[in-house]
């Protein structure tokens, strides 16, 4: 009944849908000031306090703002001022505690206390700056990344 | 002939003193009156310094800390894009990485609040987990734990943007069904309660375990006070 190039059509619908259904909300924003841009699928959102943050976001802080995230395997993470983090990637079982995160900082200061995830695989966690990849086996680190070559870049 | 060789000397002398600027000197007289191109009048325009940053001056700094930790050895594994490997271990272990040189060092509580305050200070407070009991097939609490129930509600209310996680479980005693049922009635007695002190409905999540998460590994159809319980996650 359906003619071959429906069929096409509505294959390549299900290949992409895989791809729209990707971004999870992982963590819930539990501190915030000043302004905090988040952006999701290309649209820049204005942060507050309350909203779920999705896999896949880019946080950006200006000058006056910060914020803190609470992670579903209760990792927390927070970044200062003019700060640019990616949450690259999120995953967390519930009964098992398996999974990982991995957060990118471009630009900035972050702060995690490690949760769940580190506790049942040290390692699970990891942060990845433009000059190395910090693998976090327990708990509570903090990262700077001072990169003028990235400030010419996004201004 | 004598006088001629000595006028040469001296002559000889002079050049080299002076560097040649006697002779340099006059034979630039002989150019022309502007030397100064043409071209430059119509190619002159405004200063402009560079952006990129001077070649002893890096573009990239990072700074890594190992922040203090009661009770436990914080440890973070630091692979640097050269291949490079560096351990920071135990309070105050910090690196810091410029021009993709690491320099491993040991911070304090003035430098860490110095680089990365902003970010430690907006960071969340920690989720709390309290199991509250109840007793034998009722989702009536016990006496104990109705205060605890009652101190926990109000932390809630003190919190930023709260979330509450109700989870249910039961003992043994009874059927697997009938258990998963009694888990969801149990938890959605503390979702009731937390509504009656004001928390918005739509940050209370209720669920059950049933039987299948006992803090006390009992045999089947066991009673246990310990298992009867909701475990109520304050986010």
């Known amino acids: ?155 | 002939m004598s006088r001629s060789a000595s006028l040469l000397t001296s002559a000889l002398l002079l050049t080299t003193l002076s560097g040649c600027t006697v002779y340099s000197g006059a034979v630039n007289t002989l150019g022309p009156d502007k030397p100064v191109s043409d071209i430059a009048a119509t190619t002159e325009g405004e200063v402009l310094l560079s952006t990129t940053p001077p070649p002893f001056c890096p573009a990239l700094v990072e700074t890594y800390m190992v922040m203090p930790e009661e009770g436990r050895t914080g440890i973070v594994d630091v692979a640097l894009v050269n291949g490079d490997q560096l351990v920071l271990e135990g309070d105050y272990a910090a690196a810091e990485v410029a021009g993709g040189v690491a320099t491993t060092f040991t911070g304090d509580e003035a430098t860490m609040q110095e680089t990365f305050g902003d970010a430690i200070a907006a960071l969340p407070p920690a989720p709390i987990y309290v199991p509250v009991y109840f007793y034998f097939d009722s989702d009536i609490l016990t006496d104990e734990s109705l205060a605890d129930a009652q101190r926990l509600y109000q932390a809630v209310l003190e919190r930023a943007a709260p979330e509450v996680v109700v989870t249910g479980h039961t003992d043994t005693s009874g059927s697997a069904a009938f258990n998963q049922t009694l888990g969801q009635r149990r938890a959605e007695a503390v979702r009731e309660d937390l509504i009656d002190i004001g928390v918005d409905p739509q940050t209370i999540t209720t669920r059950s375990l049933g039987e299948s998460q006992p803090v006390i590994e009992t045999g089947d159809g066991v009673r246990e006070p310990k298992n009867r319980r909701v475990e109520i996650n304050v986010r």
């Open chain 1, 1 to 155: 009944m359906i003619s071959p190039a429906k069929k096409l059509c509505l294959s390549l619908v299900l290949a992409a849908t895989p791809v729209l259904s990707f971004a999870e909300p992982v963590a819930t924003i539990k501190t915030l000031s000043g302004d905090v841009t988040l952006i999701r699928d290309g649209e820049s959102l204005s942060a507050a306090l309350g909203q779920r943050v999705h896999e896949a976001d880019r946080i950006i802080t200006s000058a006056n703002g910060s914020i803190g995230l609470l992670f579903d395997d209760d990792t927390r993470v927070a970044a200062g001022p003019d700060s640019t983090l990616s949450l690259a990637d999120f995953s967390f079982d519930d009964i098992s505690h398996d999974g990982n995160l991995d957060v990118e900082v471009d630009n900035g200061t972050l702060s995690m206390i490690a949760g769940k995830l580190v506790e049942n695989r040290p390692g699970a966690v990891k942060v990845r700056t433009p000059a190395a990849i910090l693998a976090v086996r327990g708990t509570e680190f903090s990262v700077k990344v001072s990169n003028s070559l990235d400030k010419d870049v996004a201004e």
